[in-house]
């Protein structure tokens, strides 16, 4: 189906109370095997967001690798800048941005570190460069140019070069434990259609219309 009929589609019929799944994450499942089957490029694309010590936020792509009822995973080095925000303050949001369908998914929530079990289940299946990659970019880092990091590649590669790669000691994934989940419909005349999940002091979820 063309994209923009799609769009169109889910403008038209718009998001209603009664379409919602009681849960959060059988919602944003349906949502998501509906942007994949879209053909939109990089459905699993997410922007994280987190705040540096001084209040300052930053935002960045990262791609969502798996999720659950726990929460949404990512994979990051664990020197980077947002793992090093998250020391400090674990408080983070994300947002799929799936403009061409009309939709936005918003959460807030806490990451944290996934078991290391867990990381090595992920990084066995990566691409043997992606697994190399991982070795040699010191992330967020300065460097002195392109001609570095490929030298570190190279290293990589010769001390690689037999056998399986291990998981580095700093390399893993963050799974973001979500408080809040927002559903966002785009509706003509910039009406939209706009659902919140918030869980309440007996963590059962709460589902609220916002106004758009």
Known sequence: MNIETLRQQYMQEGLQRSLLSNNPYQMFEAWFEQSINSGIPEPSAMSLAT????GQPWQRMVLLKFYDEKGFVFFTNYSSRKAAHIAENSKVSLLFPWHALGRQVKITGTASKISTAESLK????????????????PQSQVITGRATLDAKVDEMKQKFKQGEIPLPSFWGGYRVSSDTVEFWQARDDRLHDRFIYRQNKSYEWVIERLAP
């Open 51 to 54: 705040v540096d010590v001084s």
């Open 122 to 137: 992920y990084f066995i299946t990566r691409p043997r460069g992606s697994q190399i990659g991982a070795w040699a970019s």
